[in-house]
């Protein structure tokens, strides 16, 4: 099972900053906190991942609290398209090459 | 920008029959992966493979998956015998290196099994 819990759903104005928690309370110290996007039925598309630093790049910035059991994922100016199903995952162990999805949050960019 | 490609787009079989699925990864990735997503439902990893060897499973891949790098840019997937509950859209992803490298995906094939 996934290691993670989001909100099913959100909504946020274009052009607004969009705010996505997530609670991986028993991650371990080694393990990193990923973030995917799936648009419609296309295959998820990689945003951005962090173990305990805050990270940004082109897309997105990753808030991890100090005590790594939450994350944030911010979108700063979300548009249309950016409407998608977010996925916060942790990546279990480091033998283990899989990634384990949740059900992930439906965010939808209203105009 | 290199990506992940996946053929054909759409599959319809019959039940009892073999299918496969082709995939391309990004080539100068070492990890290969399967997952699928039955419509409406989650992600769902099958196999991820390394070095010319399944590295990991699912209890999804039993014995009528199968995977295959039969040359050096193609990754396969076999179902021997479908069935209906084989239906889903099927990605393939490949990463570069080791497990905390991204993994980037294909566009999927939808496999319809009637």
């Known amino acids: 099972d996934a290691k993670t819990t989001q909100p099913p759903s959100m909504d946020c104005a274009e052009g607004r900053a969009a705010n996505l928690p997530c609670n991986h309370s028993?991650?371990?110290?080694?393990?990193?906190v990923y973030w995917y996007r799936q648009i419609h039925s296309q295959g998820p598309q990689y945003i951005i991942h962090?173990?305990?630093?805050?990270e940004t790049n082109e897309m997105a910035s990753l808030i991890i609290t100090e005590d790594r059991k939450s994350s944030t994922l911010i979108l700063p100016h979300a548009t249309l398209r950016d409407t998608a199903v977010y996925y916060c995952?942790?990546?279990?162990?480091?033998?283990?090459?899989?990634?384990?999805w949740g059900a992930g949050t439906k965010l939808i960019i209203k105009p | 920008e290199p990506e992940v490609t996946q053929t054909p787009s759409h599959q319809v079989t019959q039940m009892g029959q073999e299918v496969i699925l082709r995939c391309v990864p990004i080539?100068?990735?070492?990890?290969f992966y399967w997952y699928r997503q039955i419509l409406g439902q989650k992600v769902e990893f099958l196999v991820s493979?390394?070095?010319?060897?399944?590295?990991?499973k699912s209890e999804i891949f039993d014995d009528q998956f199968s995977v295959e790098r039969p040359d050096g840019s193609n990754f396969t997937l076999k179902i021997r015998s479908t069935k209906l509950e084989d239906s889903a859209m099927y990605f393939c992803?490949?990463?570069?290196?080791?497990?905390?490298?991204?993994?980037?995906f294909g566009p999927g094939t939808r496999l319809t099994v009637l």
């Open positions: 992803a490949s990463s570069g290196g080791a497990w905390r490298n991204e993994q980037f």
């Open positions: 080539s100068n990735h070492l990890y």
């Open positions: 493979f390394y070095n010319n060897e399944i590295s990991e």
């Open positions: 028993t991650i371990s110290g080694n393990e990193y």
């Open positions: 962090g173990l305990k630093n805050n």
């Open positions: 995952i942790v990546r279990v162990g480091d033998s283990n090459y899989q990634l384990i």
